[in-house]
């Protein structure tokens, strides 16, 4: 029941995930409702899929935790519940956010080593593609916040991007050790002291070149950094469909070229991003997700179901000492 489009996308895309990827999917909602979607795609009987009915759902509107005690049949709550109880190695959202983060960090609770949970992306970059964390889970963070982001972002890069010994680099104003804000500037000692390939501050005009295979910062930059960058691709695609002109689709290698800028920036190509540092798997899809994004994302989880991420997240924080709450 999640997304703005929801839920005939969000049904769609699990749909598209069960015919085409070996997986199986339980669609988590008032079963009524998606009951009547599903009957406009025909018979499913032979489909490795389930509807397992919560009557309640949070709105884009309400307040996450005033939401949640509320509604304890949340379909987000149920879903982690599914997950816990091991009906379910996964859970994804494409709804709210603060309500998906809230169930699963109740339910799931977090690693040792871990305070709070980070939302990672994947950016594209000149050389590839990077990790930024956070994006939005942690409005506020202290210094020992961003230190255990480096150590689950590194550990994630090297699963996510086949990146071993990632460089881990900090957000900030400039990239002399003294800049920034007094978080950056003790989270910058934290980080040259622990064991990450840290390779110190770096600047906003560095996101995408590449200079750090991990960027870590507060979630409430994160997130605003994410959603210029959200704003910059549509923009860049407008200017470059007037530039290119009407026909551009019937020139073959124009046309192959725009779809290759797109596959390298759409966040529909990766679906999800993870919420790294809790006992068990979550992903958070876009609000905007196309069906194609929710099976990317359904993917994207049970790829990382497969790779055991979180164990591999836990052997990562295991040397580290524990910061305060």
Do not use: W
Request: charged share 20%.
């Amino acid at each position: 029941m999640g997304g703005d489009l929801a839920p005939g996308v969000v049904i769609g895309g699990a749909l598209q995930a069960v015919q085409r990827l070996a997986v199986e999917v339980l669609l988590v909602g008032p079963e009524a409702v998606i009951r009547a979607e599903l009957s406009n795609h025909g018979p499913l009987a032979p489909l490795r899929l389930q509807v397992v009915d919560a009557p309640e759902f949070v709105t884009m509107d309400e307040a996450p935790l005033a939401a949640l005690r509320r509604k304890p049949r949340a379909s987000v709550k149920v879903a982690a519940e599914l997950v816990k109880s091991g009906d379910a190695q996964a859970m994804f959202s494409a709804g709210h956010t603060g309500a998906a983060f809230l169930a699963a960090h109740q339910t799931f609770g977090v690693l040792p080593g871990v305070d709070r949970p980070a939302l990672a992306v994947t950016v594209p970059t000149r050389k590839g593609a990077s990790v930024l964390l956070d994006v939005g889970a942690n409005v506020e963070c202290r210094p020992q916040h961003l230190l255990q982001f480096g150590v689950m972002g590194a550990a994630y890069a090297s699963l996510a991007l086949q990146i071993e010994n990632a460089t881990v680099g900090l957000l900030s104003t400039g990239e002399e050790a003294g800049k920034g804000t007094d978080l950056i500037r003790e989270a910058h000692g934290l980080l040259a002291g622990s064991g990450v390939n840290f390779i110190g501050n770096i600047e906003a005009g560095d996101l995408f070149t590449g200079k750090a295979d991990v960027i870590v910062c507060d979630g409430f930059t994160g997130n605003i950094v994410l959603k210029v960058g959200e704003g910059l691709v549509e923009f860049v695609e407008h200017m470059l469909r007037e530039e290119l002109g009407p026909t551009f689709p019937d020139d073959p290698r124009r046309r192959d070229a725009f779809k290759r800028f797109r596959q390298r920036v759409d966040y529909a190509e990766r679906g999800g991003a993870p919420l790294l540092g809790l006992g068990s798997l979550a992903i958070i899809g876009h609000g905007r997700s196309s069906a194609y994004a929710i099976q990317s994302g359904i993917g994207m989880a049970a790829k990382l179901v497969e790779q055991r991420m979180v164990e591999q997240l836990a052997a990562s924080l295991a040397p580290s000492e524990p910061g305060a709450a």
